[in-house]
């Protein structure tokens, strides 16, 4: 007789692993998660060590000030903000509470790979439907849908094409969606988009009730450590999520963080700058090289090795690693011949350029390179 056996879906899953890499002992630039580039503002920085708050009490089950001052920031009730350990939390809370055997539930074609897994987990049936040259296909989507399919998630701007899809195109597809189908708009890198793309997308939510949008604290706010996200939703969505998630999901650490950081507009808008600055100058800088970028909508460039006539992808990142950078090899997506850099610092963006230009230099004069 066996031992206590998973269910046949989670035996065949296979996790999620965030590519930190591996590399040679020293300071690392790594460049592989889609992290902050200026990291965390000053002024959450000051407050974590002036005011270490008070370890030995449980935190509130949702925090109000939280919510308010996300609230605030952009124009939201905040009775219909729900926080949560990081948006990864609530995209398994909507699979859990939505999903079942038999059930279907749409992604695009290069998904953000957490989002088929919570789909499996559940024990419905990820659909997968494809893109046109690494866009979202709307139509694709739509063809997709079947009598089975409950919940569609859309990931815009997409990781880990760093492509959008414009907001008339967003009401298009919830236009064609039957009631019962719940849209999931995972709005991660909304932030690098000005802020009338996530206010359409939140009045979007409020005029229906099958709508939710996720957020998250880890990308142009810096706090991906302290694992702080937040969705969007109409009070029976809330509450049904809210029932399932762990009471004290958010730390008080996390939700202190996330009230400075979310009002520091200052420094939101100087990340902005310096992003989109390095944003355009690499591009220039890899299309002088002769690879491919994806026009990018994050804070991350999709560059393409596939009509490159020199070293692979691979072979690329694995240089680099030698060198102490880390980008995101792609081949887990399926996409073998592309990898994924996301905006340092100036310093960390200057050394690249660097190390790459001696890279790319030596394989021309050893014949590598055409």
């Given at each position: 007789m066996k031992g206590p056996q998973p269910r046949d879906a989670i035996k065949s899953l296979l996790s999620y692993r965030p590519s930190f890499g591996k590399v040679e002992q020293g300071s690392v630039i790594r460049l592989s998660a889609n992290e902050g580039a200026l990291g965390t503002s000053p002024k959450v920085l000051a407050h974590l060590k002036a005011d270490q708050g008070t370890p030995s009490r449980y935190p509130e089950v949702q925090d109000r000030r939280l919510c308010e001052a996300i609230a605030s920031r952009y124009t939201l009730e905040p009775g219909q903000i729900l926080t949560a350990n990081g948006s990864d939390e609530l995209l398994s809370l909507i699979a859990m509470a939505y999903l079942e055997a038999e059930d279907e539930a749409i992604h695009t074609?290069?998904?953000?790979?957490?989002?088929?897994?919570?789909?499996?987990?559940?024990?419905a049936t990820p659909v997968v439907a494809q893109d046109k040259d690494f866009i979202c296909d709307v139509d694709a989507i739509l063809a997709a849908l079947t009598a089975r399919t409950k919940v569609v998630f859309l990931v815009n701007p997409n990781n880990p094409t760093s492509t959008i899809i414009p907001m008339d195109e967003v009401q298009r597809l919830h236009a064609g969606l039957r009631r019962d189908i719940l849209l999931v708009l995972d709005w991660a890198y909304a932030e690098y988009q000005p802020d009338s793309f996530s206010d359409e997308a939140a009045r979007m939510v409020e005029a229906h009730d099958n709508i939710i949008m996720t957020r998250t604290f880890s990308k142009l706010h810096g706090l991906a450590a302290f694992r702080l996200g937040w969705a969007y939703c109409a009070p029976d969505i809330l509450t049904t999520l809210g029932s399932i998630r762990?009471?004290?999901?958010?730390?008080?650490?996390?939700?202190?963080?996330?009230?400075?950081?979310?009002?520091?507009?200052?420094?939101?808008?100087?990340?902005?700058?310096?992003?989109?600055?390095?944003?355009?100058?690499?591009?220039?800088?890899?299309?002088?090289?002769?690879?491919?970028?994806?026009?990018?909508?994050?804070n991350f460039i999709?560059?393409?090795?596939?009509?490159?006539?020199?070293?692979?992808?691979?072979?690329?990142?694995?240089?680099?690693?030698?060198?102490?950078?880390?980008?995101?090899?792609?081949?887990?997506?399926?996409?073998?011949?592309?990898?994924r850099m996301s905006i340092g610092t100036d310093e960390e963006m200057q050394i690249v350029k660097e190390t790459l230009s001696d890279f790319f230099a030596g394989a021309q004069k050893s014949g590598t390179l055409k």
């Open positions: 074609q290069y998904a953000f790979l957490v989002i088929p897994q919570v789909i499996q987990i559940a024990g762990g009471p004290f999901s958010v730390n008080q650490i996390a939700a202190d963080a996330g009230i400075i950081a979310v009002g520091d507009v200052e420094f939101q808008e100087k990340s902005l700058r310096h992003s989109q600055k390095w944003m355009d100058e690499m591009c220039r800088f890899f299309t002088s090289a002769g690879l491919s970028v994806v026009p990018s909508a994050t999709l560059i393409g090795f596939d009509g490159h006539n020199g070293p692979t992808a691979s072979e690329t990142a694995r240089y680099l690693a030698s060198k102490n950078i880390l980008f995101r090899e792609m081949a887990p997506y399926g996409l073998d011949q592309y990898l």
